[in-house]
C-alpha cells in the first residue's frame, strides 16, 4: 500500500492492512490520526504534523516520523502479532517534536525487540508537575536521542524486558531509564551523553560505554551491583559536577575485571552499598574505584566477611573524604602535593589511609585498628 494525503484539516486512518503499508499526509499542519487497527508487515506512517496513535498498531517492523516540528503521540498499544515483540519500532519526531503517551491513556506499551526514538529538541516521555509519564517497553535493545541542553530534550523510559536491556548510544538533556525486571542487567552497550543522566535497574547496571554528563546517578534496587568497564566524566574529559553510585542490599560497585580499571572523573562522588564491596580484592590482588574528585564519601556495612573499600584518588590539589564507613576501609591519596581531609566521621573495623602529602584527621575516626601512613 502506497498513498499520500493532502488533506488540511485532519487525516483519520481507519482500520487498514497490508504488507508494507505507507501512508504519507503531507499537510503542513495536518494531524494523522490512526483511527483504526492498524495490521501490516511493515507499517510506515509520515506527517508533517503530527501522528495520534488512538488504535493498535501490529507490525513486524513499525516506522513513524513527522517532518515539521510534529509530536508523536501513544494512545494505544505498537506491538506485532498476537501481541508479541516487534522486531523494531523506529518513531521519530522532527525539530521540536515530542514523543509522548496521550494524557487520557493507560500508557500504552511499546513491545518490540529493538526501540529507537529520537527526537532533535522535543522530550521522549514527559513531566507534569510532579507526575513523571513515561515511555512504556519491553525492548532489549533501545536508544533514545534528543537535545543535550535547553530547557527540553528530556528523556524518560520504563524497560519491562526480562532478560537484558541494551542501551545503545543515546542523549538527551535529563535522560531518566529505568529496567523493572528482578533479573534484568541494565547494560550501557554504546555511549550516553547528558546533562544529567539517570539510570535505575532492579538488577546488576554494567557501564560498559562511556558516561558524559554533568550529573550522573546509577542505583540498583534489589541486590544488583554496579560495574565499571568505562569512564564516567563531565564533557570533554572534564569532571561532572556530581557522580552518585548506590548498590542496594549486597550490590557492589566493582570495576570490571577485563577493564582497564577506568576512572570515574568528578568533582563529588558518592558511593553506597548496603553490605556489598566498594572495590574489590581476588586473592592478592587489589582493584580500586579510581577517581579524581576532590569531595567523596563511601559507604557500606562495617560489619560481617563483605563491605570492604577499596578506592583510588588522583586529585591534585584537595581531596576531602566526607563520612563514610565500611568493613575494612582502604583510601590512597595519590597526588604528591595533595593533602588527604578527614573531613566527616569514619567508622569502620579497619581504617588505612595512605597520602603522599598530607593526612589531616579533622572528623573522628572509629575503627578497631587503624594506619594512617
Known sequence: VYISDSNATAINLNASSGN??????????????VSGALTATSANLTAASDININSAITASTVDLATTANGSITLANVVSGASGADATSVTLSANGTG???NDVNSSNPEILASSLTLSSVSGNIGSVVGTTTTNIMTDASTISANTATTGTTGHVYISDSNSTAANLNASSGNSFNL???GTSTPLNVSGALTATSANLTAASNINVNSAITASTVDLATTANG???LANVISGASGADATSVTLSANGTGNIVND????NPEILAASLTLSSGSGNIGSTVGTTTT??????GTLSANTSTIGTNGNVYISDSNATAVNLN???GNNFNFTATGSSTPLNVSGALTATSANLTAANNINVNSVVTTSTVDLA
Open 20 to 33: 508494507n503499508f505507507n501512508l504519507t499526509a503531507t499537510g503542513s499542519s495536518t494531524p494523522l490520526n
Open 98 to 100: 515530542n514523543i509522548v
Open 178 to 180: 529505568t529496567v523493572t
Open 225 to 227: 551491583s554496579i560495574t
Open 257 to 260: 575485571v577485563n577493564s582497564s
Open 288 to 293: 580500586n574505584i579510581m577517581t579524581d574528585a
Open 323 to 325: 563520612a563514610s564507613s
